[in-house]
């Protein structure tokens, strides 16, 4: 916890009590050229090049928080840059109507692209409801009541796109639920609200109805080093006789010859989201037998995809499998590059999902619930395996208190060990989700990795931390805010890419072979998840509001 609040976030001196907070209205602009700051930059420059970028003054920046008449440095949840990506998409990636782009351009006019999922409309109405709280706590609501302007016509949106119970088992899906109803009954559109909750108790529903199955896992086999396999030291099914595992349920999409093909990124979140639904109906006398069949599905498949769906060597989740009696773990399903591609946005979701699970689990007095232990293994993993590109020493044990920043850092795409390579991407939906989780059970599990969150929540910045907060943006390509520059070497990106390179500029196909298709535009789905892990630093923050869905 020491390292959480001196160093994680290096915010909150002890003893000091928050303030009155204030964001200003003024746009962000572009950063000053490499060797200079905000003043040698000229402060109308910036105003300049939004007018010439066509940006209208909605975006925040500035941010102060005023404790006992003195400006501090206290934006734990980045509120501001939360403001600008939110802002800018909602300018020119959301079609009244029709909900918002997949993409859109990060050139002028910023068209937006052709794509779009209803998964973001809904996401996107939760992150405004976790920005609409955040901003109510800073004290400063012009924006929050700009941006809810937008509910309106969303809430027809997702009418239309969830009058029926749509298919699948992403746990994610039914969290932005959540998210959206409490963003709905905050500006008083109640019917919403409750048409939200209705549709994520209704998903969660489907997903017990129409995406479990069950399976006899072989008997485990020990791994060297590993953590404890379940709370018990028991099978993924729960006790078994003469060494036989005890069948266990699992989520996923089950198979026509008795297999269940299943991601253990969606599984585990739906895991969550069960028992998320448990806890609120726990006091709910009706619901006592249903309320058990929920924690049992639940902890059925968290516990097997931890015996099953991970990689023997390293411990990190694969991306696909279907269920089998393979040693080591089950047979591997079709993934990019390779089957047995370990990836960081599966490991992202899954530790998120996991500290959404070990809350749930503390509603429910479920006792040795191993959760925020196994997430916090996680990052373990891929900081062993060399995957978090950035600082890698506690600056409190590097220098103490006054020692410099140090640089943005995040977790590389991930690696592929049949073909002896490193994927050196860097995704940012993946590093948002993973930031929000870890803060989470690294608060739970005390993890000695814990200034691997500064690097994280750095990288989803535009502003390097100083001594007077938001006035100075990252130079060019430092962070995942600082890839896109004009002809001049001026920083002008507003939003989210949906991924980088390792060095910070655009991802890239492979090495020497030039950036991805579309890596220039802008990404709905990443820019979500920043506002979606971010808030989650919320669960850190004394006298936080409640924030977190």
Not at 424 to 434: C, D, E, F, I, S
Request: one cysteine or more; a negative charge.
């Amino acid at each position: 916890m020491r390292r959480l609040l001196a160093t994680g976030f290096g915010l909150v001196p002890a003893g000091l009590a928050f303030g009155v907070w204030a964001c200003s209205g003024q746009t962000t602009g572009a950063a000053a050229p490499p060797g200079t700051d905000a003043s040698d930059a000229g402060g109308d420059d910036s105003s300049l090049v939004d007018d010439a970028l066509g940006l209208q003054d909605v975006q925040g920046s500035n941010c102060r928080s005023i404790s006992f008449g003195v400006a501090t440095d206290i934006d734990p949840v980045e509120l501001c840059t939360q403001e600008q990506i939110l802002g800018f998409m909602l300018q020119y990636a959301y079609q009244p109507g029709h909900g918002v782009a997949s993409s859109w351009s990060s050139v002028s006019p910023f068209a937006a692209g052709s794509g779009h999922a209803w998964q973001d409309d809904v996401a996107l109405a939760a992150a405004i409801g976790a920005f609409h709280c955040g901003a109510d706590f800073y004290g400063d609501t012009a924006a929050s009541r700009q941006y809810d302007g937008t509910m309106t016509d969303l809430a027809t949106v997702l009418a239309g796109e969830l009058a029926t119970t749509p298919p699948g088992y992403d746990g994610a899906d039914y969290f932005h639920m959540r998210g959206a109803a409490a963003a709905f009954n905050t500006i008083q559109m109640t019917a919403a609200g409750t048409q939200l909750n209705a549709g994520a108790e209704a998903y969660a529903l489907s997903v017990v109805a129409t995406s479990t199955g069950t399976v006899t896992p072989p008997p485990p086999v020990a791994e060297a080093g590993a953590p404890e396999a379940g709370a018990d030291g028991g099978s993924a099914g729960g006790p078994s006789e003469a060494g036989v595992p005890a069948p266990a349920t699992l989520i996923g999409s089950p198979n026509g010859d008795g297999t269940i093909s299943y991601e253990p990124a969606k599984s585990i979140m739906a895991a969550a989201a069960l028992l998320d639904m448990a806890a609120r109906h726990a006091s709910d006398v009706e619901a006592g037998a249903d309320v058990a069949g929920w924690v049992a599905v639940a902890q059925g498949t968290l516990q097997y995809t931890w015996d099953r769906a991970r990689d023997p060597g390293t411990g990190l989740f694969y991306a696909s499998l279907t269920t089998s009696q393979d040693p080591g773990h089950d047979r591997l399903g079709a993934t990019s590059p390779a089957p047995d591609a370990l990836l960081t946005a599966v490991q992202g979701p899954v530790v998120l999902a996991y500290a959404r699970a070990q809350a749930a689990a503390v509603q429910l007095s479920l006792s040795s619930s191993p959760y925020a232990q196994w997430g916090s293994a996680l990052v373990a993993s891929m900081s062993t395996l060399g995957l978090f590109d950035g600082p890698t020493m506690d600056p409190l044990d590097a220098g103490g208190v006054g020692t410099p920043p140090a640089p943005p850092g995040a977790f590389l795409e991930g690696t592929v060990p049949s073909l002896g390579v490193v994927l050196t991407n860097k995704p940012v939906r993946a590093n948002a989700l993973m930031l929000g989780g870890f803060v989470r059970v690294g608060a739970v599990t005390a993890s000695p990795l814990a200034y691997e969150n500064n690097g994280l929540r750095w990288a989803l910045d535009e502003y390097a931390p100083g001594a007077t907060i938001n006035t100075v943006t990252w130079g060019p390509n430092k962070s995942f805010l600082s890839v896109v520059l004009d002809p001049h070497g001026y920083v002008v990106q507003q939003a989210h890419l949906s991924s980088t390179s390792r060095d910070w500029h655009l991802a890239q196909a492979a090495p020497d072979a030039g950036a991805l298709p579309g890596a220039s535009d802008y990404d709905t789905a990443a820019n979500l998840a920043a506002i979606e892990g971010l808030t989650q630093i919320w669960t850190g923050v004394p006298n936080a509001p409640p924030c977190v869905y």
